[in-house]
Nanobody, 127 residues
Framework: QVQLVESGGGSVQAGDSLTLSCAAS????????MAWFRQAPGNEREFVAA????????TYADSVKGRFTISKSIPKDTTYLQMNSLKPEDTAVYYC????????????????????WGQGTEVTVSS
């Protein structure tokens, strides 16, 4: 069974940091672009960050640029999202996802480009 499992969420104060992890099981995703999305209550799922399958390129939403960093460990087939200087508006359920196309050149920001999703991990930032 193919699975992406997120972990690392929690409740923090504004200005704190968290690192989210997304571990793959059931198959390897090392040749697929990976991304993090988030969804706040009442809002649509929105793009946060994406990483090219070979680690050569990243892209970020303007709202997190300079504060969040996406990375991965190929041996562990795990993708990370380092979140610094957290703000209350970062409060959401965070999802990792992998694109459906192998070795696609530019990571997509579109929800529809991603085939596999984790169950989500909740991040709450209080002021």
């Amino acid at each position: 069974q193919v699975q992406l499992v997120e972990s690392g969420g929690g409740s923090v104060q504004a200005g704190d940091s968290l690192t989210l992890s997304c571990a793959a099981s059931g198959r390897t995703f090392t040749s697929y672009n990976m991304a993090w999305f988030r969804q706040a209550p009442g809002n649509e799922r929105e793009f946060v960050a994406a990483l090219k399958w070979n680690g050569a390129a990243t892209t970020y939403a303007d709202s997190v640029k300079g504060r969040f960093t996406i990375s991965k460990s190929i041996p562990k087939d795990t993708t990370y999202l380092q979140m610094n200087s957290l703000k209350p508006e970062d409060t959401a359920v965070y999802y990792c996802a992998t694109e459906s196309t192998r070795q696609r050149n530019n990571p997509s920001r579109a929800v529809g480009a991603y085939a596999y999703w984790g169950q989500g991990t909740e991040v709450t930032v209080s002021s």
